[in-house]
């Protein structure tokens, strides 16, 4: 149906999503996290676009990368692994590296995914075998480079900080708003403890 959109990054969303407009039209786009720290306000950009269609809503999820975008597709195919899970998925590890994963068997590392639990590492390391085997994925992705590495880590900080609010009642929503507006003063956090400290000091002014 829509399967690229190049135009201008309209609009930037918590937690990770934007709208870009081509030819008089705004498309809301949702993306794992790699692929939205990439996009830049105002500026051009092309977005491998995947087009899904539930019975409550139709939705666009987006990648900087095709190739990211044909291992979302395999990982939706999958029972029980929704669209949520694999851009949680894709944002903690990019695409190489969940193969490289799955080749090893290593359920470990499947677990350090939000929302994902040993029963369900153990199915997916069975299912993704096959699926994953014949596709193309960059393998230089898996030879970090800082950039790279600190997207990956500011993005677990971003998922563990955001578990253990919900963990303390708050909302998804409420979670994520919080964090942003934390991270929007400049300031920097290398570990989960200094994001955690700070949204929480944005909580209690709410």
């Not at 149906?1 to 030819?23: D, N, R």
């Not at 008089?24 to 692929?35: A, F, H, K, Q, R």
């Not at 997207?151 to 253990?164: F, K, L, Q, R, T």
């Amino acid at each position: 149906m829509i399967g690229l959109i190049t135009g201008q990054v309209q609009y930037l969303m918590a937690p990770t999503a934007c709208i870009m407009t081509t030819s008089g039209v705004g498309y809301d786009i949702e993306l794992p996290l790699p692929s939205f720290c990439q996009l830049h306000l105002n500026e051009q950009a092309s977005i491998w676009t995947h087009f899904h269609v539930r019975e409550d809503a139709q939705l666009l999820y987006g990648f900087i990368d095709r190739k990211e975008r044909d291992v979302f597709r395999q990982l939706i195919k999958i029972n029980g692994v929704g669209a949520k899970m694999a851009l949680a998925m894709l944002s903690a590890m990019s695409g190489a590296e969940l193969k490289m994963h799955v080749e090893q068997e290593s359920e470990t590392a499947l677990t350090r995914i939000p929302g994902i639990g040993k029963k369900t590492a153990q199915r997916l390391l069975i299912e993704l075998k096959d699926k994953l085997k014949n596709i193309e994925v960059d393998s230089s992705a898996l030879e970090l480079t800082p950039q790279r590495a600190t997207v990956s880590h500011e993005g677990s900080i971003i998922a563990e900080v955001e578990g253990a609010l919900m963990s303390l009642g708050y909302k998804e929503k409420e979670a994520q708003q919080a964090i942003k507006a934390a991270k929007s003063k400049g300031d920097t956090f290398a570990d989960t403890q200094g994001l955690l400290k700070a949204t929480l000091q944005q909580l209690s002014g709410f």
